[in-house]
């Protein structure tokens, strides 16, 4: 079966530092990744996606993630943090059974940002 | 940008008493999904519903649960004699024929008194 760990339940930048929120997964077949964000007391909002082709990956917000399948990581970066960033983030690994594409969420990121 | 759209936003109900959940998806989805989550905790897969009929549902999915696909809008939620633990924010999802990502909707707040 598939699963995603997200390493830190809690990640704290000051402002304009470097965003790093990391996620190792585990998949036996070539996985679909993604990040989502989740800000208080809203939905969740696809950051950017990736599905076999580039492994490096732009999403919305300044954001990024780098397939590496020798590492079987998808870490998510920001250069520079903005107070705005500041939410929860969820990273998730899709497992097609029966020809749907169910995800599977990691427990989640918070990320705080200081100024 | 087309969006998944769920009512109501929060909803508040008495233990024992059967809710409804309403979820509009993408209109040229094929593919249709409730998660849960639990304050607090991660997302978790509900069930997956494809062709008029449950394609997958996860062990949380028990007889208490059941969805549907009423007309060809929307795809409903039902929780039948609801429990404290089910109070949860419940997200609906859809997806076109391919992998490359859902479009969750805003959730609904449900919280069981």
């Known amino acids: ?115 | 940008e087309p969006e998944v759209t769920q009512t109501p936003s929060h909803q508040v109900t008495q233990m024992g008493q059967e809710v409804i959940l309403r979820c509009v998806p993408i209109s040229n989805h094929l593919y249709f999904y409730w998660y849960r989550q639990i304050l607090g905790q991660k997302v978790e897969f509900l069930v997956s519903f494809y062709n008029n009929e449950i394609s997958e549902k996860s062990e949380i999915f028990d007889d208490q649960f059941s969805v549907e696909r009423p007309d060809g809008s929307n795809f409903t939620l039902k929780i039948r004699s609801t429990k404290l633990e089910d109070s949860a924010m419940y997200f609906c999802a859809s997806s076109p024929p391919r992998a490359n990502g859902y479009t969750f909707g805003s959730g609904t707040r449900l919280t069981v008194v």
């Open chain 1, 1 to 115: 079966a598939q699963s995603v760990t997200q390493l830190g339940s809690h990640v704290s930048v000051s402002e304009g530092a470097l965003v790093l929120l990391r996620c190792n997964y585990s998949s036996s077949v070539p996985p679909y990744l993604f990040w989502y964000v989740q800000y208080p007391n809203q939905g969740l909002q696809l950051l950017l996606k990736y599905t076999s082709a580039a492994t490096l990956v732009k999403g919305i917000n300044g954001f990024e993630a780098e397939f590496k399948k020798s590492e079987t990581s998808f870490h998510l970066t920001k250069p520079s943090a903005h107070m705005s960033d500041a939410a929860e983030y969820f990273c998730a690994v899709s497992e097609k059974d029966s020809g749907t594409y169910k995800y599977i969420f990691g427990t989640g990121t918070r990320l705080k940002v200081l100024a």
